[in-house]
């Protein structure tokens, strides 16, 4: 029988009325056997997310003031759920070793990790699965990083024999037991960990959303759905500002073939959007998508015979390296080379890295220019189509927008388009006019 491991962000399991449909969602698909949830989400706009609860009220906890009022408040959130699902469970057990643990001060990442370890022992009563606790298999080392090799061999080990589970996402343990969580939104990380772990078929990513955008919703009104991107076009895209799946939750999968089926728990109907490792899928509209982001600085140095000078290149980027700044990208000419960074990042070392330059490779010429941004057209389609780049091109020069840097990588995935920070919406709406609206 084929395995898929299905995991369900906060808002998916934010009440009674949300959990019946990740309930249906679960029981419609009999090889849906190993679930991750998340702590209880946002009900509402203005609602607060459970884990964010539990983070205020360890504070309170740490801080020896009261914390009854803002535990009871959690309490609530899941006496809710548990309520309106009829279900026969209490935590009162589990919510006083929980405030015994907040007296005596057991540690932020355990009072996160609370949210989906409570939520994963609803989950499990819910369904009838079994409940295992991430803390078993979830490894991290001594130091606080993670142990991706011990995971698997525990993870794998643990659920072997079992037909069905639920493993609460987010957090893990060290070897002396003391709860480790990942970054926030990390119960994305779980999900590919077991996945990983049972060698899924299909690692089913439920959310609130019905897969990756072609483009950002706040420039584009109603953009497409994607409906395949292939791993290293997400790696392109996520970079430059889109956010669907924690970033390092590609990373367990990718060297496993397993696919991931961003999904949405409020429109199952919808397919979602699929991730993989390759495909010969042809992207509907050539492009896959378009990323971009605001607010770089580019340093232009030029120096008459550059190109010539052996070591030029590595004695720029080491000032850059020196005054610990990250770089975009490097586009040069036969007699410069232009470094775009982080515009707020650069401001900070402006003078230092100046001198530095001069000091390094005493140019003719150093030009800077700031309120700039970079938009990334990604897509695998782009290799096999000629005429790609010009029909952007073209699309830009109609919409006004001038150009100020290109570059395209090796690899044909894709163009990266610098402009003004003004031009930005403009340009990536002519660029989506173009490809996406065009083709409908
Ligand atoms: N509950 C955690 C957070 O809010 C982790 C997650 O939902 O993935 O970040």
Redesign the pocket.
Same mark, same amino acid.
């Given at each position: 029988m084929k395995k898929k491991v299905v995991k369900f @962000? @906060?808002s998916s399991l934010a009440s009674a009325e949300q959990f019946r449909k990740v309930g249906e969602i679960i029981r419609s698909d009999e090889s849906r056997r190993y679930v991750v949830p998340?702590?209880p989400g946002k009900r509402f706009s203005a609602d607060t997310?459970v884990?964010d609860m539990l983070y205020g009220c360890y504070h309170l906890a740490e801080a020896g003031k009261d914390f009854s009022g803002a535990l009871e408040n959690i309490r609530a959130r899941y006496m809710e759920i548990i309520e309106g699902l009829s279900l026969d469970l209490s935590l009162n057990e589990q919510f006083e070793e929980i405030a015994e643990n907040f007296r005596s001060k057991a540690g932020e990442d355990y009072a996160a990790s609370r949210?989906?370890y409570l939520n994963g022992i609803v989950m499990a009563a819910y369904l009838g699965f079994e409940f295992v606790d991430a803390a078993e298999v979830v490894c991290f080392n001594a130091d606080g990083s993670f142990n991706a090799d011990k995971t698997d061999e525990v993870m794998s080990r643990r659920l072997a024999d079992l037909g069905c589970a639920v493993i609460p @996402?987010?957090y893990g343990a060290k070897p002396d037991g003391t709860v480790k969580t990942f970054s926030? @939104?990390?119960?994305?990380i779980t999900g590919s960990l077991v996945a990983k772990a049972v060698h899924a078929d299909l690692y089913e990513n439920w959310t609130d959303v019905s897969g990756f955008l072609v483009t950002d919703p706040r420039v584009v009104k109603d953009p497409a759905t994607i409906s395949t991107i292939t791993y290293r076009e997400m790696r392109e895209l996520s970079y430059m500002g889109a956010t669907v799946l924690h970033e390092d939750s590609i990373f367990p999968l990718r060297k496993e073939g397993i696919p991931i089926n961003v999904r949405n728990t409020n429109r199952p109907e919808d397919p979602g959007t699929m991730i993989v490792e390759s495909t010969c899928n042809k992207p509907r509209y050539t492009i896959t998508g378009i990323g971009g982001k605001k607010g770089f600085a580019s340093i232009t140095i030029e120096k008459a015979m550059m190109n010539s000078e052996i070591g030029f290149v590595r004695k720029v980027l080491q000032v850059f390296e020196e005054n610990g700044l990250s770089i975009e990208h490097t586009p040069s000419g036969i007699d410069t080379l232009t470094v775009y960074v982080n515009q707020n990042a650069f401001e900070a070392k402006e003078q230092q890295i100046i001198a530095g330059l001069h000091r390094a490779v005493q140019p003719d010429l150093i030009e800077l220019e700031s309120d700039l941004a970079l938009i990334a057209v990604v897509g695998r389609g782009m290799r096999r189509t000629r005429g790609t780049a010009g029909r952007i091109f073209s699309a830009l020069a109609h919409a006004h927008v001038n150009v100020k840097m290109i570059d395209q990588g090796s690899s044909e995935l894709n163009i990266i388009i610098g402009v003004e920070n003004r031009d930005f919406e403009t340009a990536i709406q002519a660029i989506y006019n173009i490809f996406v609206v065009a083709q409908l």
């Open positions: @962000g @906060g998340s702590a997310k884990t949210g989906e @996402g987010f926030r @939104g990390g119960s994305d």
